[in-house]
Each structure stands twice: as C-alpha cells, then as structure tokens.
C-alpha cells in the first residue's frame, strides 16, 4: 500500500504543479489585463483546488503509513528529526507548509467567489495562488523528482 501511495503522490504532484503554476499564470494576466472574468478562469481556479485537495488527502495518508511520516517521529522522537534535514522534511516540513499551501488556496477561491467584479476576483486569485505557489515549490522533495 505505502509504495502505490507514495507512487500516486509523486505522479499527482507533476499535475498539481501545473495546474497551480497555470491557475496563477492566468489569474495574473487577468488581472494585469483587465479581462473580463469568465467561466474558463473559473474552472482553472476550481481545477487547482480540486486536485491539491486529492493531493493533500493522499499525502495525508501517506504521512500515517510511510516510515518517513509519523512513523518516524515515533521511532526517533521530535528532538532527532529536527537534527536531520532529509527527516525534518518529510516529517514536519514538506507537511506543515502543504497544509498551507491547501489553506491558501481554499481561501483564495472561497474569497475571489464573494467578488463581484472581474479585477478584485483575479487580484484574490493572483494574491494568494501565488503565495500558495511559492509555498509549494519551497517545500517539494526535489532530489525525490529528479533522480
């Protein structure tokens, strides 16, 4: 189960990068633009929340059954996962900063739906996709994506 998770969660995570970097592209240009804010906008901001929440809830599960999640922090206690860097990580790190990242973007949609007007709707959007998305390029396990 935890190889076929940890495999599920890397591959997602090709696809919640993209969709997040394209969400933010084009709420960015809509704004800077003065585009009138349409259905195809709305569907690219639902589409990044919709898949880094299946990204969060399959990593979710992963942090319970992989030996690098809590796992690990039973095994070797809060004060020896602080001290290694690749533990620290994929215990604390790469976790807390997704939920985060999670929250941004919930928020972000849930505020740019209350807008009525196009320009505040993709400043919303811009404003916290872009933190989301900085958030998320910070904490991803690289060495992981590219070996």
Do not use: C
């Not at 969660?9 to 585009?35: E, R």
């Not at 602080?82 to 999670?102: D, G």
């Amino acid at each position: 189960m935890y190889s076929t998770l940890q495999f599920i969660h890397s591959w997602w995570a090709y696809l919640v990068v993209f969709v997040v970097v394209i969400a933010t592209i084009n709420a960015l240009a809509g704004f800077v633009t003065n585009k009138e804010y349409g259905p195809k906008d709305f569907r690219l901001a639902l589409f990044a929340l919709i898949v880094t929440h299946i990204q969060f809830l399959i990593g979710l599960i992963l942090f319970f059954v992989s030996p690098l999640g809590l796992q690990n922090i039973s095994n070797l206690g809060m004060g020896e996962i602080m001290k290694n860097s690749e533990f620290r990580l994929y215990a604390i790190e790469h976790p807390i900063v997704m939920l985060l990242t999670v929250i941004l973007i919930t928020v972000g949609y849930s505020k740019h739906k209350k807008k009525l007007v196009s320009k505040p709707k993709f400043k919303v959007l811009t404003i916290f996709y872009t933190i989301a998305l900085v958030f998320l390029l910070s904490r991803i396990p690289w060495q992981q994506w590219f070996n």
